[in-house]
């Protein structure tokens, strides 16, 4: 008899486990299909198909064959007369939560298309990437396409994610590529995704769903502590330098502020324009917050790139009512907000003729705003 | 560092694998308990270590002192010596920005070794009482300093610039130290207990230092007398593998209780409280009922915690909450809520004002006086004192009105719990009331709350209706339990196999309904 109950239960916990989440919790199951590339970092399994689901969304997600969310190819070769968009972001700019037709390349394309400006908008985003991962990106997956923009994410994380990936990392004032690779767990999730079981489980498991997500916090939350005192060693071993006055100090911030200046520079050495779009913090509508204004308020991005933010629209009172994001799931952008940031992009586009370096875009006529009007 | 955080418990793994580890050598053991206090407690801010240390040398000195004893010059010395080498290691790293902090100790010192000089030659009768004096003056005066000096500045300059007077000061920019309320009381229950001949001072003073930083009650209470907790550090303490998984199962219930129900319902309340005019009277007492589950969840959740992990370690704490929301009356209200302050109230002041020793006028004045005081303890500002107030009225209306004396005539079942039912729901009625001014922001939000709630503005914001029962019907159904049990660990009671299910429910609830953002416990500020 206690042989028994000691060999059912870790089943019977785990069937109350399932019940309770599904009866008390809601838990949303926003399963990531990534795995590891051959630059070190993480891209979304290619030709992956699946589901995200919460009270409030239930989309498919679907990845091309080279790892970008699209429902399309694309050759290095750009079309005739069509400019390109390369877009970095991590799971906001690749549109979690959202169908493919919300998300924020497929709207910026439509908007740009508005206003008669012939585009591809492609998505290199993976979820959970930081800036330090764009760079890397930029250089072994991005260039090859030729884009004549390209557009970085800002967000609150990438502070954290930058120290954590610890790709690179500030020495003498200069910004160091450390020779690491970040994988986080893709070697198992590698291993665990070759068994139905287990890509059925992602999928339909609500306690499985939590345990994961809280395993993924914790173990960021040791890396960042890691990093942290790693690089706080490596600080005190070097000799003080003199640093430049206008750039804040503190160790994630000048990071994320040289990742920044790395991506811009690799954009214009490589004939692109580059623009900054800042994704609020979502936490706790409608008291958004901005990154620009706390952590990086002394940094003075706005003077240095190219920089737009929805925060303005997000935080006026006459759209206090709307939904800029998902509260159920894991605080993605809901289609709304997805529309603001690319209307905002668009505009920043447009109004700073950050394409008119390529000025064979424009077509005679508008193409279709379907998709915007959705 | 909050309890339900995983510094926590990274910090609470290391600390007691290395405690268990000490368990034959009890001195060992109580360097290790002031050593993690005072890492606990200098993860907030470890300047603010200073004040307790200080508090701590004062009471052990004064504690001496009102026992009658005169102060030997190396009890003095090895006291003077042994504060300033503690405030040293605490500023080290941050002394050129903290500097003022180890001066004022300092001065300090030269203080304490004036008083020494002037104790010495007094009489016992006089010494004991200047000692209990002394440990008066700096614990209130840390208090006074620390958290009161804006709040009766601001106070009086405002009643000055009413009058037509500009007073043209400006305020100190005080930060509050975590649990400073706590701490010194209890320390000044140490003193005052000896020179009333209730408990003996002790000569150890890291037994002392442990006593007062323990860090499992150091920032939130409960506030244990020294009568209770001290001699708990002079005895092996007894871990078992009971203690070690009832100690879990207490602190598991009460982080459900603060990190699940009181920090989702801080949501509705937060959300009421901002915006009082905007919502209808339905939203309003959604979100008053959301602060009244939250306030009791958020404290006797904290409290539970602090007990589970002393007793994980081998002490045992009081209890600080039996069933609050199930009184009848004031007096049975005060009996379950923050036991340890309002029998500390009791104990320190009411009675010293004399109790109700005198004509029913006087005992009127005294409750009156001690629950303002109370209030004012809760928070520097006017809507504590009126809450203290109000309290106080409560307590002397049912007083005059007999109602305990009512209550005690038994009645047939049906008629009792009739009267039980309507007498509790009516008092849980004024307890709302009380915490709308516990909360209000400040007068004017009590003002547009309190007439918002019976106003009858339309019927909505009903949204958040769904939260409030999913967080409180469980909380409820586990009091029902409780009282029918008459015992709060009721769950030993229960069937073992219905028993794991309570646990895998309170689990699985931490694991998924903990709140996401960041919400401090309430009594932090306190």
Redesign the interface.
């Known amino acids: 008899m206690i042989v028994l109950i000691v060999l059912l239960s870790p089943v019977y916990i785990v069937l109350f486990g399932e019940l309770f989440m599904r009866l008390f919790a809601g838990v949303a199951l926003m399963p990531r299909y990534v795995t590891g590339a051959d630059d070190g970092i993480r891209m979304n399994i290619p030709n992956a198909v699946y589901g995200q689901t919460s009270r409030e969304v239930d989309v498919e997600v679907r990845i091309n064959s080279v790892g970008m969310r699209a429902d399309r190819e694309f050759t290095f070769e750009k079309p005739d007369g069509t400019c390109r968009i390369a877009v970095l972001g991590d799971s906001f700019f690749m549109g979690y939560e959202v169908e493919i037709e919300d998300s924020f390349s497929h709207l910026l394309e439509a908007n740009l298309a508005e206003q008669n400006v012939n585009c591809e908008v492609l998505n290199f985003s993976v979820s959970g990437f930081g800036t330090a991962e764009y760079v890397v990106a930029m250089e072994s997956r991005v260039l090859p396409y030729n884009p004549d923009l390209v557009i970085f994410e800002l967000h609150e994380t990438d502070l954290s994610e930058n120290v954590i990936s610890d790709l690179y990392r500030v020495e003498d004032g200069a910004l160091v590529k450390t020779g690491n690779n970040y994988l986080p767990a893709i070697a198992v999730r590698d291993k665990l995704m070759q068994y139905g079981v287990y890509r059925w489980l992602i999928e339909h498991s609500q306690l499985y769903s939590v345990v994961r997500e809280h395993a993924g916090k914790n173990v960021k939350k040791l890396l960042l502590v890691k990093n942290t005192v790693k690089a706080f060693f490596n600080k005190d071993a070097q000799p003080e330098q003199d640093t430049p006055k206008e750039v804040d100090t503190t160790g994630p911030v000048e990071l994320l502020v040289k990742l920044l200046e790395r991506g811009r520079d690799l954009s214009v050495q490589n004939g692109a324009e580059f623009l900054l779009v800042d994704i609020p913090n979502g936490f706790d509508p409608p008291n958004y917050f901005s990154v620009l204004d706390r952590q990086l308020k002394d940094s003075d991005l706005h003077s240095r790139f190219n920089l737009v933010s929805p925060l303005a629209t997000f935080t006026d009172p006459a759209n206090a009512d709307t939904l800029y994001y998902y509260q159920t799931g894991h605080l993605h952008l809901s289609i709304d907000g997805n529309k603001v940031v690319s209307k905002v992009a668009a505009d920043a586009i447009i109004n700073q003729k950050l394409l008119d370096h390529r000025t064979t875009f424009t077509s005679a006529a508008p193409t279709s705003a379907a998709t915007l009007e959705e | 560092m909050l309890f339900h955080t995983?510094t926590f418990f990274l910090f609470f793994a290391i600390f007691i694998a290395l405690y268990f580890s000490l368990q034959r050598y009890l001195s060992a053991q109580n360097l290790l308990v002031l050593a993690g206090s005072y890492v606990f407690y200098a993860a907030w801010d470890e300047r603010f270590l200073v004040l307790i240390m200080v508090s701590t040398a004062t009471d052990y000195i004064a504690g001496l002192g009102a026992s009658g004893r005169q102060i030997e010059r190396k009890t003095a010395l090895k006291t003077g010596a042994l504060l300033l080498a503690g405030c040293g290691l605490a500023l080290g790293w941050t002394f050129a920005s903290s500097w003022h902090f180890f001066a004022a100790v300092v001065a300090f010192t030269g203080f304490g070794a004036l008083a020494l000089r002037m104790a010495a030659p007094m009489e016992e009768k006089k010494r004991r009482k200047f000692w209990m004096t002394v440990s008066l003056i700096v614990n209130l005066g840390l208090l006074g300093v620390f958290k009161y000096f804006n709040f009766f500045a601001d106070s009086l300059a405002g009643l000055a610039s009413a009058g037509g007077i500009e007073l043209g000061w400006t305020t100190l920019q005080i930060a509050l130290p975590v649990g400073i309320s706590f701490y010194t009381f209890q320390t000044l229950s140490y003193t005052i207990d000896i020179y009333r001949d209730r408990m003996k001072p002790t000569e150890k003073l890291l037994e002392l230092a442990a006593y007062i930083a323990f860090f499992p009650q150091l920032v939130a209470g409960p506030i244990e007398r020294a009568r209770n907790l001290l001699p708990q550090f002079f005895k092996r303490r007894e871990i078992t593998f009971e203690r070690i998984t009832t100690g879990m199962a207490l602190f598991a219930w009460g982080m459900y209780k603060k990190a699940v129900i009181a920090d989702n319902l801080s949501i509705i309340a937060n959300d009421a409280f901002a915006n009082p005019a905007g919502m209808s009277s339905v939203g309003l007492w959604i979100g008053l009922i959301a602060f009244t589950f939250q306030i009791y969840c958020d404290f006797s959740g904290y409290s539970d915690m602090a007990r589970g992990v002393a007793r994980i370690m081998g002490f045992d704490l009081m209890v600080n909450f039996r069933l609050p929301y199930f009184s009848r009356t004031p007096s049975e209200f005060w009996r379950g809520w923050h036991i340890s302050l309002s029998t500390w109230l009791r104990d320190y002041l009411y009675i010293g004002l004399g109790g109700n020793r005198g004509s029913s006028l006087l005992t009127y004045r005294n409750l009156l006086l001690t629950m303002v005081l109370g209030g004012l303890w809760h928070g520097a500002a006017w809507t504590f004192v009126l809450w203290g107030f109000y309290q106080g009225m409560i307590l002397v209306l049912y007083r005059v009105a007999r109602i305990d004396d009512w209550l005690a005539k038994p009645l047939s079942p049906v008629l009792e719990y009739s009267r039980s039912a309507v007498t509790m729901a009516f008092f849980f009625f004024l307890t709302m009331i009380g915490w709308l001014i516990f909360r209000a922001n400040d007068m004017g939000n009590l003002s547009i709350y309190f007439d918002g709630l019976f106003a009858l503005r339309a019927i909505g914001d009903t949204g958040s209706l769904a939260l409030l029962l999913?967080m409180a019907v469980p909380l409820v159904l586990v009091q029902i339990a409780q009282a029918h049990y008459k015992e709060l660990e009721f769950q030993y009671n229960l069937a073992p196999f219905l028993r794991y299910?309570v646990y895998?429910?309170v689990l699985?609830?931490i694991?998924?309904?903990t709140y996401?953002?960041d919400v401090e416990f309430i009594y932090f500020d306190f």
Do not use: E, T
């Open positions: 995983s999913k299910n895998l429910f699985f609830s694991v998924a309904l996401q953002g």
